[in-house]
């Protein structure tokens, strides 16, 4: 059942590859670590999140807010998809929403977004969820060239290309699918101020720099969960 349509606006992938054993150590029974060229990805994931309303509201009744996450890539029986490990974002109705409807690991945050020069945006959250970690995040992205589809069987295209996301709740194992159309991406850059998400999961930084890419977003419909 389709229940939340939404738009996803001005998304940035910033994914490092890291070690498949560091992921699989994190993952719920049931859970496997997907890999590019033998590696696990994790990625920081700032956007916005536009007129996220009930299907077949009307789209002025929206809520818009910013959305900030630490995801990585999962298989389940061999169904690729989504792993979250945090989702951090700037409305507490949302947040208290999501939390109910899909069982994922949303916080409330003070966010702060504005447009940046050359297409740019800057990006800045503060957690302010109690009995969590705390996260403190500065960064500022922008595309470097027109955005296109992904290459066929490129990092991107593996990286952006999922439909399905994996969640615990209730001592069960869900999933949950997005509807949306391709996506279209850009290589981009991000130069970060501050990026706490990966201490606050319990990870150390990664080594190296991110591989990047960004997108001007896409409409979204949201179904229900389900049990896996």
Same mark, same amino acid.
């Given at each position: 059942?389709?229940?939340?349509?939404?738009?996803?606006?001005?998304?940035?992938?910033?994914?490092?590859?890291?070690?498949?054993?560091?992921?699989?150590?994190?993952?719920?029974?049931?859970?496997?670590?997907?890999?590019?060229?033998?590696?696990? %990805? @994790?990625?920081?994931? /700032?956007?916005?999140?536009?007129?996220?309303?009930?299907?077949? *509201?009307?789209?002025?009744?929206? #809520?818009?807010?910013? +959305? @900030?996450?630490?995801?990585?890539?999962?298989?389940?029986?061999?169904?690729?998809?989504?792993?979250?490990?945090?989702?951090? !974002? &700037?409305?507490?109705?949302?947040? !208290?929403?999501?939390?109910?409807?899909?069982? #994922?690991?949303?916080?409330?945050?003070?966010?702060?977004?504005?447009?940046?020069?050359?297409?740019?945006?800057?990006?800045?959250?503060?957690?302010?969820?109690?009995?969590?970690?705390?996260?403190?995040? *500065?960064?500022?992205?922008?595309?470097? +060239?027109? /955005?296109?589809?992904?290459?066929?069987?490129?990092?991107?295209?593996? #990286?952006?290309?999922?439909?399905?996301? %994996?969640?615990?709740?209730?001592?069960?194992?869900?999933?949950?699918?997005?509807?949306?159309?391709?996506?279209?991406? &850009?290589? !981009? +850059?991000? &130069?970060?101020?501050?990026?706490?998400?990966? *201490?606050?999961?319990?990870?150390?930084?990664?080594?190296?720099?991110?591989?990047? &890419?960004?997108?001007?977003?896409?409409?979204?419909?949201?179904?229900? #969960?389900?049990?896996?």
């Amino acid at each position: 059942m389709r229940v939340i349509d939404m738009d996803w606006e001005r998304v940035c992938f910033a994914s490092w590859p890291v070690d498949p054993a560091l992921v699989e150590r994190s993952l719920p029974d049931r859970v496997d670590v997907d890999t590019y060229d033998g590696r696990a %990805y @994790l990625s920081v994931v /700032p956007f916005l999140m536009g007129r996220v309303r009930p299907r077949y *509201a009307p789209r002025r009744v929206g #809520l818009d807010f910013a +959305e @900030l996450n630490l995801r990585t890539y999962v298989e389940v029986d061999g169904d690729p998809g989504i792993y979250f490990y945090n989702l951090d !974002a &700037a409305d507490p109705v949302g947040v !208290a929403l999501a939390r109910a409807l899909f069982s #994922l690991p949303y916080y409330r945050a003070d966010t702060h977004v504005e447009r940046a020069p050359d297409d740019g945006t800057r990006f800045e959250s503060t957690r302010t969820h109690d009995g969590v970690p705390p996260c403190e995040f *500065a960064a500022t992205y922008r595309p470097t +060239e027109e /955005p296109t589809t992904p290459d066929p069987g490129s990092l991107t295209e593996w #990286l952006v290309e999922r439909y399905r996301f %994996y969640t615990e709740g209730r001592q069960r194992l869900w999933y949950g699918d997005v509807e949306h159309p391709s996506w279209k991406t &850009a290589d !981009a +850059e991000i &130069a970060f101020d501050d990026n706490e998400l990966f *201490a606050a999961n319990g990870f150390d930084h990664p080594a190296g720099d991110p591989h990047v &890419a960004y997108s001007p977003g896409v409409p979204v419909t949201a179904h229900h #969960l389900r049990p896996v």
